[in-house]
Structures are given as structure tokens and as C-alpha cells.
């Protein structure tokens, strides 16, 4: 038995796996990894173009970012959260400055250790500033996490089926998904029809969301992912998110703003809501912030909403919220972020990339739809109409993509591609931010290659 036979087996045994996916069979084992690369135990490299659901923007085991966690582990390792380190207060001081100088708000920064957690502080911080109000708008095809109250609003139910509610479930809005838009219309004349759909909800008390007399709404908060992440990397048209806007703040229902996956220039801003022209009530974020090592995530919200008069200490509690290795970590990634122009960057290789993935799509028909937003990109995977989904090959394309034997100037490679979208017919493009030109070229020539086998035999 080889080593990775044996390990696969004691997993089999030993592991859970309530706790993760399997999308090969058997999977994949990595025992390296470096930039855009991963590599496994017989150290074949793999080009990344997903960096663990963006949460590695800035590489795999970037050397500055390392070197600042190892110097907090031989300073001040760990400390509980009831004192106080300097790192944090830096940290938090750092993210509020650059939400204050963006918009113009003032706000503070509440910490904790994953996604999901922040996503629960963020539902209990809108229900206590909206007098406990449980409702929630949220979009369909969104993910905001697994535990509880996020699957709550998550709009897969599969995530729920097995666990029944401890909370109402939000109610699920269509995003403007317009390479399928649900209603029917077209991009270029629909006058942001989905919008108006929306405001009709508040034009009459008959239709259960709002009293007119009152002048109040059942609704708190309407939890959105301005380009949606496992949602497909759905990118909604210019002046969606300012008309909803304005219909929120007309019946005085707060924006929160889930930038987990897309915040720190992802989405070519340091939040991806700034490329849409609205301010958001309430922030979350995580992943890429410590770029995967010891993670930190948290919230940022507005002033009214979490002095600790209306938010008082001991509203939620983590023991590891703002832990001194994860902040160190945090505090040098901003750093790094302000001193690099990233808004930049993102832009110029997003372009070159979906260039080239624009092309890719006039030679197979297969792609039905390319799309992008900084380094955000999205192939729609398609039958050979070009729009009915065809999951069942992207499936395919993944598991060559795996074999580490795509071969490119005499060298082989594997290639990480990410499935994601509302009929997991997408393949989310998310590389590192620091990609090279070479690198976006040699991943050109994979996908080539890729597309060339699953397509071979089919009218291209």
C-alpha cells in the first residue's frame, strides 16, 4: 500500500465527512504549495485558478504574510479576548478608516473567526438595531454559510433539509442573473425590470411585507452578495444595486454587505460594492484577509448600529475572535494592500484574462456565457446550443483538469478549477491577484487543451 492509499484509508475510517466534499474519486492529496501553485506528493504542479475559494488573493505561502505570523507566534502567540493587543485595535482602526474614507461613514469593526460566525453576528446585530425583527430578504442563488442562521438565508435548501429551523428563512429574491434572467427580458432593454418586481412588494399591504399606515416593514435587513459567489460569479448589471438601494432606504431596511469572498480586490475595489455605486449598512468579510492563515473574519457596521451603547460587550463572544496570530496576519495583508495598487492590477489582468476567455468561447460552442469583474471570471458551460447547462461535462472537465497531464512546453500539469453557479454548470475563475502574464498564458493554454478533449468528437 502507498502512502497516500494508506492515508486515504485512515480517513475512510477515522475522519468525518460531514466536514468536506469528495469531487474526485479518490481524492486529490497536496503536499506542497507556492504562488499560483499547488503540488502533489509526487510534486507534479497543479496552476491554481480558484486559491481555495478566494481566500489566497495574495499566493500560496506568500513569503511576507508568512513571516508576519511567525513572528507573532514568537512574541504573542495567544492572549484571550477580554485584553487587549495591539494588533487588533490596529486592525479594526485600519478597515473603519478605509470604510470612512470610501464613504464617508463612521463605523467599528466586530471580529470573529470564520465566515459563517460573522454572518450570525451580522443577523444578530440588524435584529437588535431593528428591535428584534427575525425577517430577512436575501437572493436566490446567494451562500452566506452553514451554520444555522446563515443556511437561514442561503438559498439552497439542501444545506437546511436535514436540520428544520431555529428562524424564520429568508425570503429569496431573484438576483439579476441576466444570462438567465428568470423573468424573461433582456439585458440591454429590460429597464432593470427585476428591481421593479421587488418594489412592487411595498406598493400594497396585501402583498405581506409592509404597513403602509405604520409606514414600517416586517423585513430587517436584506442580505446580498453584490456579484454572487457559489451563485455562478453573477455579475448584475450597471445601476441594479442603486435602484434597490433607494427602495431599502425608503422603507428603512439595511444593506448588509457579504464580501466574504469577493472583498479585497477580488472584484477589482477593496470591496466589490463599491463598483456598483451604493453604501451598505453593514459589512462582513473574511478569507482573504489572512489570506487562509489562522483565519480571522468580522464585520463592519455603522456607527447607530453597534456603539456599545445599542451593541453592548458580551453581544457575541468567540474565543479565538480576534486572536493575536490572526490579526498580525490581517494587519500586514492591509499593509500590503496599501502599498501595492491592487485596484489596478486586478483591472488590467482581469481584462487580459477574460480577453482570452472571450476567445475561448468563440472557438467552443459549449461556453454559453464568459463574464468578469476584476479577477472575478465565470465560464457558463453549456450544451451545443449555448444555453441549456450541461453539468455533467464540467464534471468531466475537472476530473482531466486533475489528471496532471496536460502538457505545456514539455512540462505537465494539473489544473484547479472551481464548479460553482445555480446548476453547477460554472466554472468561477478566481486566481491568485498576483498571477503573472505567464501564468494567465500557460493557463490559456491548459484550458485549451482541456476544452479541446472534452469536445473532441462534438461540432465546434
Not at 505561502?61 to 493587543?85: C, E, F, G, M, W
Not at 429568508?170 to 429597464?191: H, I, L, S, T
Request: net charge negative; glycine share 8%; proline share 4%.
Amino acid at each position: 500500500m502507498t502512502p497516500d492509499e494508506e492515508i486515504l484509508k485512515d480517513e475512510a475510517k477515522y475522519c468525518s465527512f460531514g466536514d468536506t466534499v469528495h469531487y474526485l474519486e479518490p481524492p486529490k492529496i497536496f503536499a506542497r504549495c507556492e504562488g499560483s501553485f499547488l503540488y502533489d506528493t509526487e510534486d507534479r504542479p497543479y496552476l491554481d485558478l480558484q486559491m481555495w475559494y478566494s481566500a489566497c488573493n495574495f499566493g500560496y505561502a506568500n513569503p511576507r504574510l508568512n513571516a508576519a505570523l511567525k513572528k507573532q507566534i514568537d512574541t504573542l502567540p495567544q492572549l484571550a479576548s477580554q485584553y487587549v493587543h495591539k494588533e487588533k485595535v490596529e486592525l479594526a482602526k485600519g478597515i473603519a478608516q478605509r470604510v470612512e474614507k470610501t464613504w464617508n461613514m463612521k463605523g467599528r469593526v466586530h471580529f470573529n473567526v470564520g465566515g459563517s460566525q460573522s454572518i450570525e453576528d451580522a443577523l444578530k446585530l440588524v435584529r437588535n438595531a431593528c428591535g428584534g425583527k427575525s425577517l430577512m430578504f436575501a437572493f436566490e442563488g446567494g451562500y452566506h454559510g452553514r451554520t444555522l442562521g446563515a443556511s437561514a438565508i442561503t438559498s439552497s435548501y439542501r444545506y437546511r433539509r436535514r436540520y428544520g429551523h431555529f428562524g424564520e428563512r429568508a425570503q429569496f429574491v431573484p438576483f439579476p442573473y441576466c444570462f438567465r434572467c428568470p423573468y424573461g427580458k433582456k439585458r440591454e432593454d429590460c429597464g432593470l425590470y427585476c428591481v421593479d418586481q421587488f418594489a412592487r412588494l411595498f406598493d400594497t399591504e396585501y402583498y405581506g411585507v409592509w404597513d403602509a399606515k405604520a409606514g414600517a416593514a416586517e423585513f430587517a435587513a436584506f442580505f446580498v452578495e453584490a456579484i454572487q459567489g457559489t451563485g455562478g460569479y453573477v455579475i448584475p448589471p450597471p445601476g441594479y444595486f442603486e435602484k434597490l438601494k433607494q427602495i431599502l432606504e425608503a422603507r428603512k431596511i439595511l444593506l448588509v454587505d457579504d464580501e466574504i469572498q469577493m472583498g479585497f480586490y477580488r472584484a477589482g475595489k477593496f470591496w466589490a460594492i463599491e463598483n456598483f455605486n451604493v453604501k451598505p449598512d453593514v459589512i462582513v468579510f473574511g478569507k482573504a484577509l489572512t489570506n487562509g492563515l489562522n483565519p480571522i473574519a468580522g464585520l463592519w457596521a455603522r456607527e447607530e448600529l453597534i456603539n456599545p451603547e445599542i451593541f453592548p460587550p458580551g453581544s457575541t463572544h468567540s474565543t479565538f475572535s480576534s486572536n493575536p496570530l490572526g490579526t498580525a496576519v490581517a494587519l500586514e495583508t492591509l499593509k500590503l494592500m496599501s502599498e501595492t495598487d491592487y485596484e489596478t492590477l486586478t483591472r488590467e489582468k482581469g481584462a487580459y484574462l477574460l480577453d482570452n476567455l472571450r476567445d475561448l468561447k468563440r472557438r467552443y460552442r459549449i461556453i454559453g456565457d464568459v463574464d468578469g469583474m476584476g479577477m472575478a471570471l465565470r465560464m457558463e458551460i453549456c450544451a451545443d446550443d449555448g444555453y441549456t447547462p450541461d453539468k455533467a461535462i464540467v464534471d468531466r472537465m475537472v476530473d482531466e483538469a486533475m489528471k496532471a497531464d496536460l502538457e505545456v512546453g514539455g512540462k505537465r500539469y494539473g489544473l484547479v478549477l472551481d464548479i460553482g453557479g445555480y446548476y453547477k454548470n460554472v466554472i468561477t475563475l478566481a486566481p491568485s491577484l498576483d498571477i503573472t502574464y505567464e501564468e494567465i498564458d500557460l493557463a490559456m493554454q491548459l484550458l485549451d487543451q482541456l476544452f479541446q478533449r472534452v469536445t473532441r468528437g462534438r461540432t465546434s
